[in-house]
């Protein structure tokens, strides 16, 4: 699996790796941002095929690829992703290697979800990250109209087939 991190996230994680490589995981390569949010600061992470939103904390930096499997487990399950498919992203996700983004189109995406983001932030500060992930699930994305027009409905596509 291949994290695709934002120079805002890269400053704080380490350099990544030069990657022309694709994740082998369903839900493809992830791209990630930093949000400086307090007073906790927050990671955003968004998958490549299916737009899938995911905050989660950021701090401790170091560790947050370790940690984003058990977020991403979480986030599938409150999706109703069945176990099996679950397990099986997760075996797939070792080894992951950090990389810098390579489609500005994703960028421009993820920077949306992180404004989107903020708004509800704004308006619902009880959210926690699981709800506010969910709630930016949910959110029609101009690159899924063709398809299944939210990231949530994009999963549950790709499941079916």
Not at 26 to 48: E, F, H, I, K, N
Request: positive net charge.
């Amino acid at each position: 699996m291949i994290v695709r991190a934002t120079r805002k996230l890269l400053d704080r994680i380490g350099p990544g790796e030069a990657s022309d490589d694709q994740s082998t995981t369903l839900l493809g390569d992830w791209y990630a941002t930093a949000l400086p949010w307090r007073p906790r600061q927050v990671a955003l992470l968004m998958s490549d095929r299916t737009l899938l939103p995911l905050a989660m904390p950021l701090a401790p930096a170091s560790t947050l690829l370790a940690r984003f499997p058990d977020h991403l487990t979480g986030m599938l399950k409150a999706l109703q992703v069945p176990a099996d498919v679950i397990e099986q992203e997760l075996a797939h996700m070792r080894p992951c290697t950090l990389a810098a983004t390579n489609n500005r189109s994703r960028v421009g995406s993820l920077n949306e979800f992180a404004f989107l983001a903020h708004a509800h932030r704004q308006s619902h500060p009880e959210l926690d990250l699981l709800d506010l992930s969910l709630r930016l699930s949910r959110v029609p994305c101009s690159p899924l109209y063709k398809r299944h027009i939210s990231p949530d409905r994009e999963l549950a596509a790709l499941l079916a087939h």
